[in-house]
C-alpha cells in the first residue's frame, strides 16, 4: 500500500517542486535498490535465505566466488521475499506513474537479479520494460551505463541513488537523485544537463539506537537477583552484577538485530513490527549485517573479565537465541520453554558472574514465572491475529484456533509460580535469610494478581508485544514492583 504523495524533484539542488520535463521521447529509468525501495535486494535476498536454511552462507560464499551477478542469482532463488510488503519510495513511484500518464515510456533497470526485478515491476505495474542481472553480467556502474546507452541512446532519465550512479548520470538527459547527500548532489548536477532530487538523507544514529532494543535490557535486571535474593550486596559482587549487565546488554542487542535481520518477512507483515528500524527500511540491512557481530564481540570482551563460567552461560545464551531465531521460534510450546529459559538464563548469568550459589527455590519459581510470561507474548500474538483476520501468528507455528489453549498455559503456569513462592515463604529456608519472613505473603498476593491481570488484559488485546516492555511502561505494575520491593524489604529488616 502506497501513499499518495505529489512529486517532489527540484532542480540543482533546489527542493521546490519543479514542472516535470517534457517526457516526449525521453524514457525514465529508475533503480531499484535504496531508490524505488529503502532496502537492498542482495542483503534481503541473503538475509531471507539463511531464515529458510541456516547453511545458507555456504553456498552463497561459492557462489560469489562466480562473480556477484552470480551470487544475486544464487539468493534470488534461495530466498522468498515478499516484494508486496517491501519498503517502497512513494515519491518515486508517484513521479514514474506521473511520466508514464503524459505518455512517457518507464522502464527498471537495475543490478538486482532479472527474476526480483520481474516481480517487482509485475507489483506496481508502472513500467515498460524490466532489464536486471542475469547470473553473468552486474548490472551496475559502468555496465549499466553501457547498457543504457545502447538502448536508449542519450534519451533517458536517471533515478538513482549512489556514487555507482555517476557513470550513468553522465551520460543520461536528466539525473534524479534519491535521499542523496550533499556531495552526491553536486557530483551528479557536474555530469548531467538537468538534475532534480527528492528527499534528504536519513539519520543512521537513531533507527541503529532502536534496533539494539535498550528498553529491552530491563529484562537484563534479572543478573541482579542472585545477589538481591541471597543477600549478598557488596561493591565487590555489585561490581560483578553491573559488567554482566553491560556484557549481557550487548550481546542481547546483537541477537536482537539478527533476529530483526532474519524476521523481516514476518515483521512487515505485523500491525506495529513493520515500523521497526530494518522492516521499514529506516536502517540499511548493510549497517545490521555488522552491527550484530560487533556488539557481539564487545560483550564478549566484558564477560572475559568475568571468568570462564559467566562466559560459558553466555555462550550458551548466545547459541540457544540464535538457535531460537532459526528454528525454534516456529515449534509450538518449545517456543515458549526456549524463552522461558532465557529469562532463567540471566539469573544463573547473575550467579556465575557473582560466585554466588543459586537457590533451587529461586530457579524452580523463574521458570515457571516466565514460562508464564512467555504463553502471555504468545498469546497477544494470536490476538493480534485473531483481530486482523489472519490465521496464524506470523512466523510462529500457532493458530488462533490454538488461543484458548496458550491463555490457559500463561495462567496455569504462573498459578504454579505463585504456588512455588509459597512454599518457599513457609519452608526452613526462609528463615535463615529473613528476619520477618511472614511478610513476603504479601508478595505471593501481589504476584497473584498481576499475572492474572496480565493474562486478562492480553485477552482484552491490549497487550504490548513484549509483556516485560509492556510491565516497565504500565503504570499499575510499577506501582505492583514498588510494594514487592517493600515487602522484601520489611521482610529482610523488621
Same mark, same amino acid.
Given at each position: 500500500?502506497?501513499?499518495?504523495?505529489?512529486?517532489?524533484?527540484?532542480?540543482?539542488?533546489?527542493?521546490?517542486?519543479?514542472? /516535470?520535463?517534457?517526457?516526449?521521447?525521453?524514457?525514465?529509468?529508475?533503480? $531499484?535498490?535504496?531508490?524505488?525501495?529503502?532496502?537492498?535486494?542482495?542483503?534481503?535476498?541473503?538475509?531471507?535465505?539463511?531464515?529458510?536454511?541456516?547453511?545458507?552462507?555456504?553456498?552463497?560464499?561459492?557462489?560469489?566466488?562466480?562473480?556477484?551477478?552470480?551470487?544475486?542469482?544464487?539468493?534470488?532463488?534461495?530466498?522468498?521475499?515478499?516484494?508486496?510488503?517491501?519498503?517502497?519510495?512513494?515519491?518515486?513511484?508517484?513521479?514514474?506513474?506521473?511520466?508514464?500518464?503524459?505518455?512517457?515510456?518507464?522502464?527498471?533497470? %537495475?543490478?538486482?537479479?532479472?527474476?526480483?526485478?520481474?516481480?517487482?515491476?509485475?507489483? $506496481?505495474?508502472?513500467?515498460?520494460?524490466?532489464?536486471?542481472?542475469?547470473?553473468?553480467?552486474?548490472?551496475?556502474?559502468?555496465?549499466?551505463?553501457?547498457?543504457?546507452?545502447?538502448? #536508449?541512446?542519450?534519451?533517458?532519465?536517471?533515478?538513482?541513488?549512489?556514487?555507482?550512479? +555517476?557513470?550513468?548520470?553522465?551520460?543520461?538527459?536528466?539525473?534524479?537523485?534519491?535521499?542523496?547527500?550533499?556531495?552526491?548532489?553536486?557530483?551528479?548536477?557536474?555530469?548531467? &544537463?538537468? %538534475?532534480?532530487?527528492?528527499?534528504?538523507?536519513?539519520?543512521?544514529?537513531?533507527?541503529?539506537?532502536?534496533?539494539?532494543?535498550?528498553?529491552?535490557?530491563?529484562?537484563?535486571? /534479572?543478573?541482579?537477583?542472585?545477589?538481591?535474593?541471597?543477600?549478598?550486596?557488596? $561493591?565487590?559482587?555489585?561490581?560483578?552484577?553491573?559488567?554482566? #549487565?553491560?556484557?549481557?546488554?550487548?550481546?542481547?542487542?546483537?541477537?536482537?538485530?539478527?533476529?530483526? +535481520?532474519?524476521?523481516?518477512?514476518?515483521?512487515?507483515?505485523?500491525?506495529?513490527?513493520?515500523?521497526?528500524? #530494518?522492516?521499514?527500511?529506516?536502517?540499511?540491512?548493510?549497517?545490521?549485517?555488522?552491527?550484530?557481530?560487533?556488539?557481539?564481540?564487545?560483550?564478549?570482551?566484558?564477560?572475559?573479565?568475568?571468568?570462564?563460567?559467566?562466559?560459558?552461560?553466555?555462550?550458551?545464551?548466545?547459541? %540457544?537465541?540464535?538457535?531460537?531465531?532459526?528454528?525454534?521460534?516456529?515449534?509450538?510450546?518449545?517456543?515458549?520453554?526456549?524463552?522461558?529459559?532465557?529469562?532463567?538464563?540471566?539469573?544463573?548469568?547473575?550467579?556465575?558472574?557473582?560466585?554466588?550459589?543459586?537457590?533451587?527455590?529461586?530457579?524452580?519459581?523463574?521458570?515457571?514465572?516466565?514460562?508464564?510470561?512467555?504463553?502471555?507474548?504468545?498469546?497477544?500474538?494470536?490476538?493480534?491475529?485473531?483481530?486482523?483476520?489472519?490465521?496464524?501468528?506470523?512466523?510462529?507455528?500457532?493458530?488462533?484456533?490454538?488461543?484458548?489453549?496458550?491463555?490457559?498455559?500463561?495462567?496455569?503456569?504462573?498459578?504454579?509460580?505463585?504456588?512455588?513462592?509459597?512454599?518457599?515463604?513457609?519452608? &526452613?529456608?526462609? %528463615?535463615?535469610?529473613?528476619?520477618?519472613?511472614?511478610?513476603?505473603?504479601?508478595?505471593?498476593?501481589?504476584?497473584?494478581?498481576?499475572?492474572?491481570?496480565?493474562?486478562?488484559?492480553?485477552?482484552?488485546?491490549?497487550?504490548?508485544?513484549?509483556?516485560?516492555?509492556?510491565?516497565?511502561?504500565?503504570?499499575?505494575?510499577?506501582?505492583?514492583?514498588?510494594?514487592?520491593?517493600?515487602?522484601?524489604?520489611?521482610?529482610?529488616?523488621?
Amino acid at each position: 500500500m502506497h501513499r499518495d504523495l505529489a512529486a517532489a524533484a527540484a532542480p540543482r539542488g533546489d527542493d521546490a517542486a519543479p514542472a /516535470l520535463p517534457d517526457a516526449d521521447g525521453i524514457t525514465l529509468v529508475c533503480d $531499484l535498490d535504496c531508490t524505488l525501495i529503502r532496502t537492498d535486494m542482495l542483503y534481503e535476498t541473503f538475509w531471507a535465505a539463511v531464515s529458510a536454511n541456516w547453511s545458507a552462507p555456504l553456498p552463497a560464499l561459492r557462489a560469489l566466488m562466480r562473480g556477484r551477478a552470480a551470487l544475486k542469482a544464487h539468493l534470488a532463488g534461495a530466498g522468498e521475499v515478499a516484494v508486496a510488503d517491501l519498503p517502497y519510495e512513494d515519491e518515486v513511484i508517484d513521479r514514474v506513474r506521473d511520466w508514464r500518464a503524459r505518455g512517457g515510456r518507464t522502464a527498471l533497470v %537495475t543490478g538486482a537479479d532479472q527474476s526480483i526485478a520481474e516481480r517487482v515491476a509485475a507489483h $506496481l505495474g508502472i513500467f515498460d520494460e524490466v532489464h536486471g542481472s542475469d547470473g553473468s553480467r552486474n548490472l551496475k556502474g559502468p555496465a549499466k551505463a553501457a547498457f543504457l546507452e545502447q538502448r #536508449f541512446g542519450r534519451r533517458f532519465a536517471y533515478i538513482g541513488d549512489s556514487r555507482a550512479d +555517476l557513470a550513468v548520470w553522465e551520460i543520461a538527459a536528466e539525473a534524479i537523485t534519491v535521499n542523496a547527500s550533499g556531495d552526491l548532489r553536486r557530483a551528479a548536477e557536474a555530469r548531467a &544537463p538537468q %538534475t532534480a532530487h527528492m528527499g534528504q538523507p536519513g539519520p543512521i544514529l537513531k533507527p541503529a539506537l532502536k534496533a539494539m532494543r535498550p528498553h529491552q535490557w530491563a529484562k537484563n535486571v /534479572l543478573i541482579f537477583l542472585p545477589v538481591l535474593a541471597g543477600h549478598a550486596l557488596s $561493591l565487590a559482587t555489585l561490581t560483578q552484577a553491573v559488567l554482566a #549487565f553491560a556484557a549481557f546488554s550487548l550481546v542481547a542487542s546483537s541477537v536482537y538485530v539478527l533476529n530483526d +535481520l532474519l524476521d523481516l518477512a514476518a515483521d512487515r507483515a505485523h500491525p506495529r513490527k513493520r515500523f521497526r528500524p #530494518f522492516a521499514s527500511g529506516a536502517l540499511p540491512l548493510r549497517h545490521g549485517t555488522w552491527m550484530a557481530p560487533a556488539l557481539l564481540l564487545a560483550g564478549v570482551a566484558i564477560a572475559a573479565l568475568l571468568g570462564p563460567a559467566f562466559l560459558a552461560v553466555m555462550a550458551g545464551y548466545y547459541l %540457544t537465541t540464535t538457535a531460537y531465531s532459526l528454528w525454534l521460534k516456529r515449534q509450538p510450546v518449545i517456543d515458549i520453554c526456549t524463552l522461558a529459559v532465557l529469562y532463567a538464563v540471566r539469573i544463573a548469568a547473575g550467579g556465575a558472574a557473582t560466585g554466588i550459589e543459586l537457590s533451587v527455590w529461586l530457579l524452580a519459581f523463574s521458570i515457571f514465572f516466565f514460562f508464564s510470561l512467555a504463553a502471555v507474548k504468545r498469546q497477544a500474538e494470536l490476538v493480534d491475529g485473531l483481530a486482523s483476520g489472519r490465521d496464524k501468528a506470523a512466523g510462529r507455528g500457532y493458530g488462533v484456533d490454538d488461543l484458548p489453549l496458550v491463555a490457559m498455559m500463561a495462567t496455569a503456569s504462573g498459578y504454579v509460580s505463585v504456588m512455588v513462592m509459597a512454599l518457599y515463604v513457609n519452608s &526452613p529456608a526462609v %528463615t535463615a535469610l529473613y528476619t520477618a519472613p511472614e511478610m513476603l505473603w504479601g508478595i505471593c498476593g501481589v504476584l497473584l494478581y498481576w499475572l492474572s491481570r496480565m493474562v486478562f488484559i492480553t485477552h482484552r488485546g491490549q497487550m504490548h508485544d513484549d509483556p516485560v516492555v509492556f510491565a516497565a511502561r504500565d503504570r499499575v505494575s510499577r506501582v505492583l514492583f514498588v510494594v514487592i520491593l517493600g515487602f522484601f524489604t520489611a521482610g529482610s529488616l523488621l
